[in-house]
């Protein structure tokens, strides 16, 4: 089991759309930059300026834009055990979360997700990427297409908290979440997303009625806790996702793309 932090505060979160900007102190947004309808491989001097700029690939057929998220080892001399890692693509099958209903005076009710939990990969960074969605179709019988809630929280570098663990035993987590500065972010199917090295996070949750496969890119070398932290606490840190039954439907906003470590 985690260990339980002894102390936590009282928050409540309003995700917001998972953009480059808002999520570069967290890690990388991934999501085409090019208009959905767009099925024939354009001349290059007629796309936007971007940053990588496209090329053509695949005989012509494809354009190619790289790198666009990094795949960071910072096991070496740097973790304990000096073990070394090795790449690992792995397969999440997750399925929708229960929320929390609660009603609002004179209004309908709204849904929250409590977060109870956080973790890190201290030592590499870790991409998670939908498979079998689109953002920009429906699926089976009309229904749209499901959402994930990103949950990160910056990490206080150099400090010290105070927890539980299963035994009960008073212990120290080393560089714990900032649960001050906890944020929230709604991505779409269509997106992908990469936590950056030693970023705390919620485990993936799926908001709508479809499960949701991620393919999960990292490093591990195999030590439990080199691979992974874990850092659990009480109530208090709350996601408000509105009206009820709000994010079963397709959002709508700007076309994203990546921002860079």
């Known amino acids: 089991m985690a260990p339980v932090l002894t102390s936590n505060p009282t928050l409540t979160l309003v995700p917001e759309p998972l953009t480059p ?58 973790c304990p055990s000096g073990k070394a890692a090795a790449a690992r693509m792995t397969m999440f099958c997750c399925f929708p979360r229960a929320l929390r209903t609660i009603s609002r005076s004179q209004q309908a009710e709204k849904e929250v997700f409590d977060v109870r939990i956080l973790e890190r990969h201290p030592f590499t960074n870790q991409t998670f990427i939908p498979i079998d969605l689109s953002s920009h179709s429906k699926v089976g019988d009309g229904e749209e297409e499901p959402l994930f809630l990103v949950v990160v929280a910056p990490t206080r570098k150099g400090e010290v908290a105070m927890a539980k663990n299963d035994a009960g035993e008073t212990i120290t987590i080393r560089d714990p979440p900032d649960l001050q500065k906890v944020k929230a972010f709604i991505a779409r199917g269509g997106q992908a997303v990469t936590y950056g ?9 799926v908001l709508g009625r479809r499960r949701v496969d991620f393919v999960v890119v990292q490093y591990v070398n195999g030590v439990a806790d080199e691979d992974c932290q874990e850092a659990a606490f009480g109530e208090g840190v709350v996601v408000d996702l509105g009206r009820k039954g709000q994010h079963g439907r397709k959002e709508t906003g700007p076309r994203l793309w990546t921002a860079k470590l």
Request: proline share 15%; net charge neutral.
């Open 21 to 78: 900007a808002n999520f570069a102190p967290f890690g990388t947004a991934i999501t085409s930059p090019l208009p959905h309808k767009l099925n024939v491989a354009p001349q290059l001097s007629s796309l936007p300026e971007h940053d990588p700029a496209p090329v053509l690939a695949n005989q012509n057929s494809a354009l190619k834009y790289s790198p666009i998220s990094p795949l960071l080892d910072h096991y070496g001399k740097a």
């Open 197 to 205: 090295v030693g970023t705390w996070h919620a485990p993936m949750v």
